[in-house]
């Protein structure tokens, strides 16, 4: 047993590709070695800014041998059948084959002994596949090697069992060296195995575990910000980025100039975070300090001093640009740059963004139906104001800050507050843990910002395939369930696409329709199958956001299957219900006997090449059983029509539960499959009756378990 250590020593990888960087490079190696029957008994990865570490440990010293048995052509078959054979298997004669009486006849067998190679031999190839294999979202061609890599490798340090593998990597050096920190160690170091290899990293600043950074990080910030009386403003993704940048962090408090701190608070965090890569401070009452944090991956030998003047120096000038957006945007009132929108295309075929907000308009006042209150006037105003703020020189500077600006203005032009609320809030919900709203106002305008999307770009064919999502067409989905059912709307949405798709219609935007005629008939066709696709494409998304709590997948689908259901509450509700019948006994044997019935139907059908869907002719009837089944599916189907219009799932239910006897009655007393025609197909419609009966409330079919 050996260990396998390999260190690809590179210019600065992007922080945001590390992690997945190390963990395909981790995948790869070991799916080469063990292809190749090398088992290791632990094989782990790491990363920094500038290297990515694989380590296999107990990894054996060479392939274990294999005897591969083949069997050939039967004894006295034609002599080209046997040399062909003896070729195949790399033989000389039948002498090193077996004869083997299979019950078959006799056949000639091969045993074909191959020893295993020495590890080391194998190395090579295999982790030069694994290299080639790992792919980047980024990636680049450099001097000196013929394949892409993220940024150009420096050099590679790969030894098994102490002993160098020589990879062929084109020019790039591969020996037993590597380079501790770029500035504080940058000497060669030598190293023997990957405990001599972290040892002697450490002692040359390089801390070499992602998560062993973060701590010291995370520490660094707590100690700073309780030694000053402050507090840190969370930022776990931040924490993330700033963990892929430096190889041994340093934490340093700076300060905010007194004068910015009039600039709104997002101004200040936005343009410390997504420029310089600060951490924020609070006080006791939660609003921001005059400090931030910031990480350095040095040691100065004056405390820092210089470095946070430095940053202290770059941020001020950054701050004062943000100053002068911000008086400038103010002197100019939203309204006015609302015009301003028809230079701005949203998307090649769907308008420019003053389109876009004219159908957000109409929408919007369209969904204030469906939110408790009268807001239709702020609705109305929010929405012709939602992406005024596109054109301020502070979102041009800062795009994050979209919605966030233009509610500051709003505010500023002494708008109403529910409607500045909405302007910020129209974006959200961005992903499944972003804050949702629940302002009816800003409910409504963000409903109306994510429809209009979806429905525009499905009108132009460009919906989500497989992984690829460059629109995010599935958040915005998904933030249209969030809002939905968060906030409990009881929306027709199959009504809402419609009137959406009109919108479009009546801007002229052409649709991707399929049909070659162009006829009323066909475009009505076309908008019933859009709106179908459109609920399809929720469905899923529904399943999405439910598998976390536990919400069995198919018995949404089994909902959504019946094809009539486009309201999401009353949706859950029923499928809170469903799931509530199928965990009960009554529930759980019905499902077996629909199954037994539906099975039975499908196959006669088949064999008969005929339907018996329809109901049963009551007067046909002769068994006590098939009588009682009969009149408990007219009264069960009667009760659960009545309770499902009044939305009592449960009493719809409880209908179905009351099947339960006289299904299994008749299963015991009726034999359906019998020899007069007449009376076979009349039973065979009553099992059909069972099926129709269940289905109204769930698409019972689709149900797993």
């Not at 990957?194 to 600043?205: I, P, Q």
């Amino acid at each position: 047993m050996a260990e396998l250590l390999l260190e690809l020593l590179t210019e600065e990888i992007p922080a945001r590709m590390q992690a997945r960087a190390a963990e395909d490079l981790r995948r790869l190696a070991s799916e080469q070695l063990s292809a190749a029957g090398l088992a290791t008994t632990n094989i782990r990865s790491f990363v920094t800014p500038r290297r990515l570490v694989l380590v296999a440990e107990g990894l054996v010293d060479r392939q274990p041998d294999v005897n591969e048995e083949r069997r050939g052509p039967r004894v006295g078959a034609p002599a080209q059948a046997v040399e062909g054979f003896l070729k195949s298997a790399g033989l000389r004669s039948l002498d090193q084959c077996e004869q083997r009486d299979t019950g078959k006849g006799v056949f000639y067998f091969a045993v074909i002994k191959r020893a295993g190679k020495a590890t080391i031999e194998l190395l090579p190839d295999l982790l030069r596949k694994a290299l080639y294999e790992l792919s980047w979202p980024k990636s680049m061609r450099f001097p000196t090697a013929g394949f892409r890599w993220v940024r150009p490798l420096g050099g590679v340090l790969c030894l098994f069992g102490g002993e160098v593998v020589r990879l062929a990597l084109d020019q790039i050096p591969v020996g037993d060296t590597t380079r501790g920190h770029r500035f504080l160690a940058p000497e060669p170091i030598r190293v023997r195995d990957f405990k001599d290899y972290e040892t002697k990293l450490l002692a040359a600043h390089v801390i070499l575990d992602p998560e062993e950074r973060k701590k010291i990080i995370a520490g660094g910030l707590a100690a700073a910000v309780s030694e000053a009386g402050l507090a840190l403003k969370p930022d776990p993704d931040l924490l993330d980025e700033v963990t892929g940048l430096v190889e041994w962090p340093v934490v340093l408090m700076g300060g905010i100039d007194p004068a910015f701190m009039t600039l709104p608070p997002e101004v200040l965090t936005t343009s410390m975070r997504a420029h310089q890569k600060y951490f924020a401070c609070v006080d006791a009452k939660g609003e921001l300090a005059p400090k931030f944090l910031l990480v350095s991956n040095m040691i100065a030998s004056d405390g820092g001093r210089q470095i946070v003047a430095g940053n202290e120096r770059v941020l001020r000038a950054r701050l004062a640009d943000a100053q002068f957006f911000w008086e400038q945007d103010r002197k100019v009132p939203l309204a006015t740059r609302v015009p301003k929108l028809r230079e701005r295309l949203f998307y090649r075929g769907l308008g420019t963004m003053e389109d876009k907000v004219t159908r957000l308009e109409v929408l919007a006042v369209e969904l204030a139906r469906y939110v408790p209150g009268d807001h239709a006037q702020a609705i109305r105003s929010a929405a012709m104001l939602a992406k005024a703020d596109l054109s301020t020189g502070m979102v041009g500077e800062f795009p994050e800050l979209q919605g966030v600006m233009g509610r500051y203005c709003a505010l500023h032009d002494g708008e109403r507050r529910e409607v500045a609320d909405a302007i910020a809030e129209h974006y959200s919900p961005l992903g499944p843990n972003d804050r949702c709203p629940t302002a009816p106002v800003s409910v409504a305008v963000a409903l109306a910002d994510k429809l209009d999307t979806l429905v525009g770009f499905w009108r132009i064919g460009e919906k989500p395939t497989g992984s690829k999502d460059p629109f995010a067409l599935r958040r915005a989905a998904l933030g249209i369930i969030r809002l939905i059912v968060e906030n409990r709307l009881r929306v027709a949405l199959r009504q809402v696409f419609d009137h959406a798709w009109g919108l479009y219609d009546n801007q002229g935007v052409l649709a991707q329709t399929g049909f070659r005629e162009e006829s009323p008939r066909a475009e009505a066709v076309h908008r019933s199958l859009f709106a179908q696709d459109l609920l399809d494409f929720f469905a899923d998304r529904l399943k999405v956001h439910l598998r976390e709590k536990g919400v069995r997948h198919d018995l949404i689908t089994a909902v959504f299957a019946l094809q009539d259901e486009d309201d999401l509450v009353r949706l859950l509700a029923r499928v809170d219900a469903l799931a509530k019948f199928l965990t009960s006994e009554d529930g759980a044997n019905l499902l077996v006997a629909y199954r037994r019935a539906a099975n039975i139907v499908r196959i006669e059908e088949k064999r008969d090449n005929a339907s018996f869907a329809g109901p049963a002719d009551r007067k046909m009837l002769k068994m006590k059983e098939e009588i009682a089944l009969a009149g408990s599916l007219e009264d069960a189907a009667a009760r659960a029509r009545d309770a499902l219009k009044g939305e009592a799932f449960d009493r719809a239910m409880a209908a179905l539960a009351t099947l339960r006897r006289p299904v299994d009655e008749f299963f015991n007393g009726v034999t359906v499959n019998i020899d007069d025609p007449a009376l076979r197909a009349n039973r065979l419609r009553l099992l059909s009756e069972i099926r129709a009966t269940l289905n109204g409330v769930a698409d019972f079919s689709v149900i797993e378990g």
